[in-house]
T-cell receptor, first 109, second 113 residues
Framework: DQQVKQNSPSLSVQEGRISILNCDYT??????FLWYKKYPAEGPTFLIS?????DKNEDGRFTVFLNKSAKHLSLHIVPSQPGDSAVYFC????????FGAGTTVTVRA | NAGVTQTPKFRVLKTGQSMTLLCAQD?????MYWYRQDPGMGLRLIHY???????AKGEVPDGYNVSRLKKQNFLLGLESAAPSQTSVYFC????????????FGQGTRLTVV
């Protein structure tokens, strides 16, 4: 029973444009949400997070939006750069950290 | 800054063999996790620990055992390896679960033949 879902397995975007990654969750007890980035043959690295009491958090080119009523969060990357090509995992936390299946982002030159 | 270190990085096992994966963290974190990553499945939680001497089951605990005898170490054991346990295993640690991120190791690629 996967409580965190990323329904788009892949996303292709042109360099300079916006990348939008989506994530849905089912457990209303989740109180902290995170995005991780993963390159091949490396462990995931933390990208950005948001507390359940907020609806937006920004860090440079990365913005995470949280819609608690819809149990939905999204990650916006603007502008997208070739180095952003990676797998992005959405994660949610309540006593333990649960991950989605990941979205592979490819940024085209 | 070692962070989270996993040993070994690669291993090939025969069906029925046993092995232990070691995870060590030097950040004095309370929480430690073991995940497995499979294509299309993302990161699935096997077992986790909220402090020294504690362990709890995650989403996919069957076939695995864990121990947290020391705060800095979290061991994942496979008593009788099966081909279905072929995967990439990641260990992570965090100080808590709210307003803090988890740090991951480099992963262990395990193949069971």
């Amino acid at each position: 029973d996967q409580q965190v879902k990323q329904n788009s397995p892949s996303l292709s975007v042109q360099e300079g444009r916006i990348s939008i990654l989506n994530c849905d969750y089912t457990n209303s007890m989740f109180d902290y949400f995170l995005w991780y980035k993963k390159y091949p043959a490396e462990g995931p690295t933390f990208l950005i997070s948001i507390s359940s009491i907020k609806d937006k958090n920004e860090d440079g080119r990365f913005t995470v939006f949280l819609n608690k009523s819809a149990k939905h969060l999204s990650l916006h990357i603007v502008p997208s750069q070739p180095g952003d090509s990676a797998v992005y995992f959405c994660a949610a936390s309540y006593y333990k950290l649960s991950f989605g299946a990941g979205t592979t982002v490819t940024v085209r030159a | 800054n070692a962070g989270v270190t996993q040993t070994p990085k690669f291993r090939v096992l025969k069906t029925g063999q046993s092995m232990t994966l070691l995870c060590a963290q030097d950040m004095n974190h309370e929480y430690m996790y073991w995940y497995r990553q499979d294509p299309g499945m993302g990161l699935r939680l096997i077992h986790y620990s909220v402090g020294e001497g504690t362990t709890a089951k995650g989403e996919v605990p069957d076939g695995y055992n864990v121990s947290r005898l020391k705060k800095q170490n979290f061991l994942l054991g496979l008593e009788s390896a099966a081909p279905s346990q072929t995967s990439v295993y990641f260990c992570a640690s965090s100080q808590g679960t709210v307003n803090t991120e988890a740090f991951f190791g480099q992963g262990t690629r395990l193949t069971v033949v």
